[in-house]
């Protein structure tokens, strides 16, 4: 089974639409990332939480919301799509303590909005 | 603010060696990272570097100068499944610890 899991998988949707990225993780880590990965520009940081009530905002976090509903859970929302939202969206793990704080990837969501 | 910087592509030959570079700019440097990721796909972690010197691990070696901003992501004995994107991230202390990401060298292995 995997630790870090994502759903959907592929996503369509239209502009103006709410959607939301669900991420799950089996690995007990305490901190949770979103990112987002546009051909040519690499992975950027969108928010992260390093336990259910903390949240941070990352380089990028305008037009999305984040949601920690368990050390487990973490969710990201587009309230309102637009197509420059359209990429594929990866959420992460780490563990505080670890000597290297590794972060594991789930997936990924590719997005599409219309 | 962060400046990553490594090639965009690189082609080599089955069982040859390729050595990707990685530079960076950072003002609060905690440890380099090397992901390998295929394409459509999750990025998987390769290796780990916060001290100078190399580390290996069976075909893959990193290597780190501080001093110089400075690592490589060395690839030993080229495999076809090793075609795939390789990125740097740095972490910052003065950044709150996040991992900034260059934005990908994407190997291109030839029989």
């Known amino acids: 089974d995997a630790d870090v899991t994502q759903t959907p998988r592929n996503r369509i949707t239209k502009t103006g639409k709410r959607i939301m990225l669900e991420c799950s993780q089996t690995k007990g880590h305490d901190r949770m990332y979103w990112y987002r990965q546009d051909p040519g520009l690499g992975l950027r940081l969108i928010y992260y939480s390093f336990d259910v009530k903390d949240i941070n905002k990352g380089e990028i976090s305008d037009g999305y919301s984040v949601s920690r509903q368990a050390q487990a859970k973490f969710s990201l929302s587009l309230e309102s799509a637009i197509p420059n939202q359209t990429a594929l969206y990866f959420c992460?793990?780490?563990?505080?303590?670890?000597?290297?704080?590794?972060?594991?990837f789930g997936p990924g969501t590719r997005l599409l909005v219309l | 603010g962060q400046n990553i910087d490594q090639p965009t592509e690189m082609t080599a030959t089955e069982g040859a060696i390729v050595q990707i570079n990685c530079t960076y700019q950072?003002?609060?440097?905690?440890?380099l990272f090397w992901y390998q990721q295929h394409a459509g796909e999750a990025p998987t972690f390769l290796s780990y570097n916060v001290l100078d010197g190399l580390e290996e691990k069976g075909r893959f070696s990193s290597f780190l100068s501080r001093s110089k901003g400075y690592s490589y992501l060395l690839l030993k004995e080229l495999q076809m499944k090793d075609s795939a994107s390789y990125l740097c991230a740095v972490r910052d202390k003065a950044a709150g610890n996040k991992l900034t990401f260059g934005g990908g060298t994407r190997v291109l292995v030839k029989p």
């Open positions: 950072t003002s609060g440097f905690n440890g």
């Open positions: 992460a793990t780490s563990e505080t303590g670890t000597s290297a704080e590794t972060q594991y």
